[in-house]
């Protein structure tokens, strides 16, 4: 969490690992040079936390992101670049390697899980499979074990976009949700992180406000010990 400190539990006694069996939902986004997994670069990588506010509703934490240099022999197509507006070259990126920058990312995501005493955090993305098919082909490629990710389970606010709002596009699955979207700062990795971010918890909390998911009885019981004592 953003203040350091261990949280499990909100004031109420709601706690994100009764809400998606023991998983920890963690948005990650990656700008690459190219659309192949294998052969070409990551160029940045962000992730995205999650906290619960005291009403049991999910609500956007904090992001943290790095720019990347690409693998060496990684292909960077032209057109990627141009589309996503990244310099590979620029000096002020800051860029680190692969694994650093993964290695930091995980660690995160790893006190995170811990943090909510989850199980193991889940991949939360637009257009999830491309995300973690990057991801893991950068763990295979710089011999990463410990993947915080499950191996196979993904939330793909592009399917919930669809089913919720009838559109698979994020600006455009954002605007219909009511979330401020720039198309200039699109994009970047932690700006479509963020906002992915902002979605899927909309998508979320609308689905618990309409009642297609309640929290648990035991959880209510005990917030309401809590209030009496």
Request: glycine content about 10%; aromatic content about 10%.
């Amino acid at each position: 969490m953003a203040s350091g400190r261990p949280f499990v539990s909100n004031a109420r006694g709601y706690a994100l690992k009764d809400r998606f069996r023991g998983f920890l939902p963690v948005v990650i986004d990656i700008e690459t040079g190219g659309f192949n997994a294998e052969t070409d670069g990551i160029l940045e990588v962000a992730a995205t936390f999650f906290e619960l506010a005291d009403d049991g509703l999910l609500r956007v934490d904090r992001t943290i992101s790095r720019n990347v240099d690409p693998f060496e022999g990684a292909n960077l197509d032209p057109s990627a670049l141009e589309f996503t507006g990244i310099d590979p070259e620029s000096p002020l990126r800051d860029a680190v390697p692969e694994d650093i920058a993964l290695g930091e990312i995980f660690g995160e995501v790893r006190k995170a899980v811990r943090d909510h005493s989850c199980t193991r955090a889940v991949l939360v993305g637009h257009n999830a499979h491309f995300d973690a098919g990057f991801i893991n082909a950068a763990c295979e490629r710089c011999g990463i074990k410990r993947n915080p990710f499950h191996p196979f389970s993904h939330f793909d606010t592009s399917t919930l976009a669809g089913l919720a709002y009838g559109h698979t596009v994020l600006a455009q699955a954002c605007k219909r949700a009511s979330i401020e979207f720039s198309n200039t700062e699109a994009h970047s990795a932690a700006y479509d992180a963020g906002k992915t971010a902002e979605l899927f918890a909309t998508i979320v909390n609308q689905w618990q406000q309409l009642g297609g998911w309640s929290w648990p009885t035991e959880n209510a019981e005990a917030a309401g010990s809590s209030d009496a004592g």
